[in-house]
């Protein structure tokens, strides 16, 4: 117990417990702050693919607690174009100015509602 709580007050994430869902341990990451949905897919052990069809639902979910998902935009590395209107929250294929395919990842996290 102590080594748990010397943990958390050094900075550390406190350790998610095995029996939790995969949507609480997706919320628990995003409290963390911004993190890609690539990461998310590291650290619980999911395929990507299934991260954002949990990503939709924990988005659906949130309207009725007062938070909400808040998403950084996925940028095109080549020419900068930020997808600011996109509503998927997959990574797109292709900047639709330059037409290159190397976008950098958006990035998810929780905030309060305004």
């Known amino acids: 117990m102590d080594n748990v709580k010397k943990k958390h007050e050094s900075g550390l994430r406190s350790p998610v417990a095995a029996s939790d869902t995969i949507r609480r341990k997706l919320l628990v990451e995003l409290q963390e702050g911004p993190v890609s949905a690539l990461e998310l897919s590291g650290r619980i052990g999911v395929p990507e693919k299934d991260i954002y069809e949990h990503l939709e639902h924990i ?8 938070r ?6 996925a940028e095109c590395v080549k ?3 930020l997808f600011q209107k996109r509503e998927r929250l997959k990574k797109p294929g292709r900047c639709p100015v330059c037409r290159s395919e190397s976008i950098h990842d958006p990035h998810y996290s929780l905030t309060q509602e305004k």
């Open 79 to 81: 020419c900068g174009f």
């Open 68 to 73: 909400r998902l808040a998403i950084q935009p």
């Open 59 to 66: 988005r659906a979910m949130l309207h009725h607690t007062g």
